[in-house]
């Protein structure tokens, strides 16, 4: 038994901290640093350079352009990753339709698609929830009636991250009513240029544009665009529902969000002295640094597991519940913090850019916002009640 | 012991409840928020007509001569409308100094424009340094042949860019956090020398950093005992609390509400998601942290006549309890909403920020606890 | 509206504390004050001068005995109680059964049972509870066959608290085997001294006895021993399931306790100073004393709404479920108080008249028993998860 | 990066589950806690010929060279087994700090008899005033002709009435609660002046208050330097930590596994219990809170080469999250067995305790996450 990394493991560390020091845009790193908004010409630019050094689909297999890591170093990535302030990695091409055009996609599809991730010339977004839905995502209604060499979709979508950049959707819908729940549903790729497709804005409690809602009105779609057979498409969902979380603990973010609290009370006073020295305060961020530090081990050893072949299941829930309750009592703190000045809500201060003067330290501008997105942690990709049903189920067979 | 209202405060009860169940629909208040004042002017007028302005005031100042229980009602049913009007700021905050400090003349030329919503008055106390400790003042007057000149910074002073009139912290004399030494000066928002940053707050309210740049005021600008407004300050911030408390008990009630009904009708794997007893449970943890919060908020209005330190350790522990509440109905409201609990276009969210951030106003759950532990040994 | 007591019942205050300090035998008392255990004859001395100052029935119409208070009297009542450490008043007899022969007893039945109670003559237990039963009370199983002028009661009974005290027991036990759940149940006056009546003590895992079983095997019941209809001994049941639960609370003990909390963190050292001054554990006593200054508003709105004619329902439910939080809190913070000496058990410090050089400081004794006693707050009397489901029908319409 | 067992430490696992599955079912364990030590003396043997006392010594010293893996797969083991034999005390605890600190002819003296068994040792470190602290020494000893002179008064020594030797610390110089000056001797329990008060613990175990009384040893009772001990009687009680963590893990395992057997068997309101959402959720947060812990004893006896103080700062840490996460799941097993949890006759409540008087023993969660805090600062 041994926690500590071996010397190629350190040596890949060292090669990975390097590359972000000399290849991530210091602008770019400096928005995520300060909570600020990055722009869809950020991500490209910064995929882009990723793309070129070859770690940018970090999951596929070397064949198609992936990495080909073990599931340790891309935990060594994630780490230095977030620890190098590099922007959220949009997922829904590279990390979700790719995977999923890999294994379950024609060659046809593959040569088409997966170059075009890779080059950032499409940007995908995820048309899986529906309004209603929430975290039933088998009870898909959006339908899709064949007509020809077409399907002819209809129904809408909704919290469609980061949808308003995209030019391509990957999207549940049903094919077949007649079957039941999770059969007749197909896996379409879906051109968002499509005459029918509309895309509206929701606006989070934060002020943000990150989701929306995507309405599919007599789209047609080729037959072709369809992954795996016709109503078999609930396959492609759960394999994607299940890949590869070994890094859904979000260790690395947390670490780092953490870090960013204690400099932060470092820097606020109270009582007349660092807000770092109350007894209290200092206790609390003890409380979290430790559940922290306990939640990394657990990480490491599900990973370590798939290091070694295991598929991790049920654990990966385990691993979302406690690595949301961890985050969002980090970014508590973090509100709590900055005292009072937690309540200026200034959205152009959030822009990269923007050189106005603070109100207050200028670290504070972003944290409340980010108290309240961060709030989406334990909702989405199946809410923390649904994983401890998941628990229950898989690992209590309850 | 009775917890009932008398008539009077039943009348104004279904009074305020009715104004804001009729005129301050969510969809309302958006068109209220984005008038220039971030609130609306027209409400204002109508609250003054009203005489909820006159509330909390004596009689002999043009009041009502209301008391907590009063205060209690008026800001509970603030709360459950999400009202953005600076009611807490001017009347509770800046009208409750004033009769405080004031001679009869200030009194009479500061109170009557502001009961009848002619002018509006922000407390500046707080500074960037001192997060939310009253006394921490750094902010200097110094004496001027026929007045004062003030010059400082004073931080999140809450509605201060829609005020005409300020009421400013500053210290005539003594240490940086002394109680001694302690004065309160009225300012003129348009003075030369002000300066007056206004910006929104997160939970909807407007706020302003204000600079004083060798502001010169006169003597009669000085309200009460040169250096002696430390009791009268602490006595209005007590106040403000416990109208604080009173407004997150009605947000947390519809807050409650919100969620309650969502548990009923949203539909998931075929059944509504209040079927399922984790949620059931949950929504009842949240049910008594409303009764708590509101037994608290009680406790609060009920002892705002009590002598300073066992006013103020029973305000810190009501603090506390509505801080920790708030947090746990807004975080759950949140999450038994799902995604829609995230957007801005429920009001369950709004309700939310409010109930979170209630805990940066006037002091949050570690400052509270921290007073109580003081005032308790 | 006002929080504070009228000047009548600042009297009433008055008086019961003087009674409570002439009167309250001071070595019982002292039981009380150490966490000693109180023995029946301790419980049978304190209850008689109770009752000869007729002040023992408090809940009872006056007619019968009892003191005729107003819901706040009993409260306050029940505050100085627990504030001169009287001990425990012993239910079964004078809080449970006495009120439903009240509610529910026959001219006959009174007669005969409820001077029985206030002389003391009688001690009476529960026979409620069932193996396997648990919260489920009305899955009774205990079989009661009428046969001429008597029911021949076959069955077992189980948590029977203080059971080897008692002379008398009530019991639920099913007279018609056809009818379903909560029909087909009467309630049963039972003389433990019939044939057939065996008390086998249940040891708790602090070491007390303080539960028991009863088996019943062909008891034979005379049939004017039976409360209510045949059948209808449900009835019965849930009255005393509702019946005058505003002291459910537990404000006062709780208050009582949190004072001896103080007092030993007072008398504890940490660090080179008083555990009191610490930082983080008086934060830990002040968090748990804000929620009991809420906890005694909410009882008090309670009561209050009870002495205006209302019948408190599932507003029972909350005070029982957040009582016990604090509760458990204030042992927790005991145990953890006195550190090390947590450890120590020695049963015979527990007995009252022990003279034996104390391990440790002489409070510590037995506050890890309490501590583990106490988990049985939020299980017994219908457990906490139960009494949620009850808000969640009854006030939530779940 | 690793989490497999080697073969020999499988090997070692399988060994001790066996025994304690076949030796230590909850019956037999009421009757070794009913021997005069209030463990099993025949145990104590077996233990001894399959080589388990020997585990955590080197070589050199007659051990196998086991390191922190090897003590965690024991005490996991153990934990399962609620075992009763002084393994803490007189192996990890009182062998741990012979080794560290003796010369070799005491350890040899020492440990040969202790691997084989035939001499118990107990290491009196506390005081009745030192809380949690292992510096807050006030025993004294004073240098006599040809030896010492020890007088103080050692608090809650496990196992140290069934001990036949006592290691005591004590000053030989230095203030109250310094480093220097702390030296550690030898002491026979049958010495005169030696007075040893047992007694059980509620969790099952014993301990004992020792009193010395002006007890004389001679110069070769005083191990290592002297007033130089402090450095190795921490690497002691850092290892001992790490062993609780280790056992606690396994009384979790233990109690989680009762628990959701009980879910599935225990009917209610015609259903198992384990079929109700909130009773699920319950058992789903005391695994994952088992998780948690079971990482933390990895990381706890994975740290233990480490240089001191970050060493002690890791199994601060995991002494804090075994704390919290063992009373949480002590606390949820009783509930979730409801009144049958409560009683003595049910395993999970022997268990219970266990786990909640963990931590009680060599720092409870405030004294570790303090520790903390001033190791990471």
Redesign the interface.
Known sequence: MDITYTAEERAFRDEVRRFLHDRLPADIAAKVREGKRVTREDHVRWQSILAEQGWFAVHWPKQYGGTGWTPIQRHIFDEEYASAHAPYLVPFGVSMVGPVIIKFGTEEQKRRYLPRILSQEDWWCQGYSEPGAGSDLASVKTRAVRDGDHYVVNGQKTWTTLGQYANMMFCLARTDPTAKQQEGISFLLIDMDTPGVTVRPIITLDGAHEVNEVFLDDVRVPVEDRVGEEGKGWTCAKFLLTYERTGIAGVGHAKQALAHLKDVARHQTANGRPLYEDPLFRARIAEVEVDLMALEMTNLRVISAAQNGGVPGAESSMLKVRGTEIRQAITDLLRRAVGPYALPFLPEALEGGWDGEPVGPDYAAPLSAQYFNRRKLSIYGGSNEIQKNIIAKMILGL | ??????DE?RMLDETVSRVIREEYGFEQRRGFAGEPDGFSAANWSLFAELGLLAIPFAEENGGFGGGG?ELMIVQRAFGRGLVLEPYLASVVLGGGLVEQLGSPAQRERLLSPLLAGKSRLALAW?E??G???HL?VATRAERDSDGYRLSGLK??VLHGDSADRLLVTARTAGGP?GRAGLSVFLVDSAQPGVGV?G?????GLR?A?IRLDDVRVGADALLGPEGGAADALETVLTLGCAALCAEAVGVMEAACELT?DY??T????GAPI????????R???M??AL??????A??A???LGLPGAERDR?IA?AK??IGNSG?FVA?QA??LH??M?????AMV??L??RL??I???LG?V?HH??R??AL?D
């Open positions: 012991m009775d917890f009932s209202l008398n405060q229980v707080a960037p340094e997060r939310y400790d921490a931080a999140v956090t940053r910006y929104a707050t997160i939970d706020a950093e309650l548990l009923k949203r539909q998931q794997f209040g079927r399922f007893q984790a949620l059931q449970h929504m009842v943890d049910r008594i009764e708590q919060a509101q037994s608290m009680i406790f209005a009920c002892s029973r522990a506390v309890v947090r975080e949140i999450q799902g995604g609990g995230m957007t801005d276009e969210s709004h939310a920020k979170v951030m805990d940066h106003h949050d570690d606890l921290g109580f532990v308790s």
